[in-house]
């Protein structure tokens, strides 16, 4: 279906629809559990690509840690506890950029105190603890969002539009893959820290069928497990009544990283780091290729912006992605655990 012709944009062709600016949404007040990187990437889109601002961060493991990252980040305030924080009046919303075998706690001390809450991906480490939070976060009438990025950016709003106005037709395949050389993290290695593929990497070639076909007839997977017990590489195919996905994922290579969506009348091929800001092609049936480029600076403000605008709009989830959206998620890569056999230890 795809190949690789080449052609301007026609004079008569509607561009597709592209992100709102995150610098147009309402201005709110963060506070960030955690101080490591992917805490790091989103402090700076906060406070150089939106109108918000970082006023804390809490480090569980020591004071000391927390004011180091407050220093280099200017930011205002650091606490040595997450209950500290999530006590702060001023604080209107809350990061969890802990690992994922710890967002559970610190979501649901977030959410009792009644703060509105972004928990970063994978949401939870499994369906249960997703389902515990969603209900928590449902009870007590606050704003809960994943930090899935992709469904957010200016690429993924373009490629949504071409899709829902038949540019492609049909769609009958959505393929994607992700994988990154990253056997030397510890935290990857090791089962208690609910390590591996699957949940660190795999959740955005997952996430993308998801977001295209939605929830799956029939989920078939095959994986190895490495040395540590936690999966080095998975296979997913997601099968239904008129289409597959299938998605891929390994952290023993750096693979293409690639995404292609497949109908009836054209395809659409992600870029490397299909996921992130990136560039991609609408291939059409006639043999022409238009080409777009998504590429922006970090990418994290796009999924701050939208929860600044729910929160603006009195809403508790994304209508982009909605909480229950997150949690069919979580079952399917509940069920792949289940056919390879990947079990944590707190599971047992």
Not at 118 to 137: G, R, T
Not at 209 to 220: A, E, Q, S
Not at 254 to 270: E, F, W, Y
């Amino acid at each position: 279906m795809c190949n690789d012709a080449n052609t301007d944009i026609p004079a008569d062709f509607l561009m597709p629809a592209t992100a709102p600016n995150p610098m147009d949404a309402p201005a709110y007040r963060w506070g960030i559990l955690g101080a490591g990187g992917i805490a790091r990437k989103l402090t700076d889109a906060v406070q150089n690509y939106t109108t918000s601002q970082v006023l804390a961060v809490a480090s569980a493991s020591s004071l000391a840690n927390a004011q180091a990252f407050a220093e280099e980040q200017n930011i205002e305030r650091s606490y040595g506890s997450y209950a500290e924080l999530v006590g702060d009046p001023d604080i209107d919303i809350v990061y969890v950029a802990t690992p994922h075998s710890n967002h559970l706690d610190p979501a649901l001390l977030a959410i009792n105190a009644g703060k509105h809450v972004l928990v970063e991906k994978p949401f939870m480490q499994n369906a249960a603890q997703a389902q515990q939070v969603v209900d928590a976060a449902r009870a007590r009438g606050v704003f809960v969002m994943e930090a899935m990025w992709a469904p957010h950016l200016p690429h993924m709003y373009a490629v949504r539009d071409l899709i829902a106005r038949g540019e492609i037709g049909d769609v009958v395949s959505v393929q994607a893959d992700h994988g990154q050389s990253l056997g030397h993290v510890e935290r990857l290695v090791r089962p208690e820290l609910a390590g591996g593929a699957l949940l660190d990497l795999g959740v955005y070639p997952v996430t993308l069928v998801h977001n295209v076909l939605g929830v799956p007839d029939k989920v078939t997977a095959a994986g190895r497990l490495g040395e540590t017990g936690v999966d080095a590489q998975v296979a997913v195919v997601m099968d239904y009544a008129k289409a597959q996905g299938v998605a891929t994922t390994t952290m023993e290579s750096r693979s293409a990283n690639t995404a292609q969506i497949a109908g009836t009348q054209g395809c659409i091929t992600l870029d490397d780091m299909f996921y992130s800001p990136t560039t991609f092609a609408l291939h059409r049936e006639d043999g022409t290729v238009i080409n777009f480029d998504g590429t922006v600076a970090n990418g994290f403000q796009f999924e701050v912006a939208e929860v600044a605008r729910c929160v603006a709009a009195g809403l508790t989830e994304s209508p982009l992605h909605s909480l229950d959206h997150t949690l069919e998620i979580m079952r399917t890569l509940d069920e792949v655990r289940d056919q390879i056999g990947l079990v944590y230890p707190n599971e047992r």
